[in-house]
């Protein structure tokens, strides 16, 4: 009895990259990070454009204007810190 030949020869297949792999994330830092950039993507933005509802809080279009104005000033400083590293370098 002879053996056949495999038809599973490394000819025939060459070695193909492990497209199954998945590019983890090298530390926990930057898996925290990956998943921080969109609150900073919000963050920032926030931050950038919170400053066009202080005009009519402060001319008096919106009602209770303190209150109001006390919880825009809160909202916008919690905006700086969570976009305060957006894009940096």
Same mark, same amino acid.
């Given at each position: 009895m002879s053996n056949a030949p495999s038809t599973l020869d490394g000819?025939? @297949?060459?070695? *193909?990259?492990?497209? %199954? !792999?998945v590019d983890l994330p090298a530390s926990p830092a930057? !898996? *925290?990070g990956s998943i !921080?950039?969109? @609150?900073? @993507?919000? #963050?920032?933005?926030s931050a950038v454009a919170l400053p066009l509802a202080y005009v009519p809080v402060l001319s008096g279009a919106v009602? %209770? #204007?303190r209150s109001t104005l006390a919880v *825009?000033? !809160?909202v916008h400083a919690l905006a700086l810190l969570a976009g305060?590293?957006?894009r940096r370098d």
């Open positions: 000819e025939q @297949f060459p070695e *193909l990259p492990d497209d %199954s !792999a930057d !898996a *925290l !921080a950039t969109p @609150f900073e @993507f919000v #963050g920032f933005w009602p %209770s #204007g *825009l000033v !809160a305060h590293d957006y």
